[in-house]
């Protein structure tokens, strides 16, 4: 079955800590992974996918297909960074994004 | 300012009443996309459509029902066999099918129950 799991609902953390959020997935075929990430009344909006091995705004993620893993890592939370966090999984032979349940990132001062 | 633009913000039904969600993009995608978002639920798919006058079901499609009669808009119908509407509802667009695209989102639509 495809299915994205992120076991964290919330996580709270002081201003200059490290952040990981968690994301395991559940895919038979080539997977690619997306963090979306919705800011306080803002829309959901992409932050980053793992073929573009690219950082965003501090924020990295690898795939790890070994452990069924794309943790989404920041060396130092910064107030702002405070917002939900979705992980999403596709692939080439579904048109479907598979969503996780998400986690709230709370960036205390 | 190309986007995707959802309306109304805001929308309050009325028990046994049908009501349509308003889809629109302006970024000449070709596949359009309706999920729930639920507390502690995430984002799950009602119904998507790849192309013009195509749609197909998704995880959650009963008691939903859609048109694409024009490309850049996906209305959404609640309908009244949907027992449980209370919930916000995102529109998403993507380039094109059967590619690893990123999804573009829409403000969203609350739908509360009168």
Not at chain 2, 68 to 97: D, H, I
Not at chain 2, 101 to 112: A, E, I, K, N, Y
Request: hydrophobic share 30%; charged share 20%; glycine share 8%.
């Amino acid at each position: 079955a495809q299915r994205v799991t992120q076991p964290e609902k919330l996580l709270s953390v002081f201003k200059g800590a490290p952040v990981e959020l968690k994301c395991n997935y559940s895919y038979s075929g080539s997977p690619e992974l997306f963090w979306y990430v919705q800011y306080s009344r803002q829309r959901l909006q992409l932050l980053l996918r793992h073929i573009s091995r690219e950082s965003i705004k501090g924020f990295t993620a690898d795939l790890n297909k070994g452990e069924t893993s794309f943790h989404l890592k920041k060396p130092f939370a910064q107030e702002e960074d405070s917002a939900m966090y979705y992980c999403a999984l596709s692939g080439l032979d579904t048109d479907k994004l598979i969503f996780g349940t998400g986690t709230r990132l709370q960036v205390f001062p | 300012d190309g986007g995707i633009t959802q309306s109304p913000k805001y929308l309050f039904r009325k028990e046994g009443q049908n009501v349509t969600l308003s889809c629109e993009q302006n970024l000449n995608h070709d596949a359009m996309y309706w999920y729930r978002q639920d507390p502690g639920q995430g984002l799950r798919l009602i119904y998507y459509s790849q192309i013009v006058n195509d749609f197909q079901k998704g995880d959650i499609a009963e008691g939903y029902s859609v048109s694409r009669e024009k490309k850049e808009s996906f209305p959404l119908t609640v309908t009244s066999a949907q027992k449980n509407p209370t919930a916000f509802y995102l529109c998403a667009s993507k380039g094109t099918v059967y590619s690893n695209q990123p999804q573009h989102f829409g403000d969203g639509t609350r739908l509360s129950i009168l």
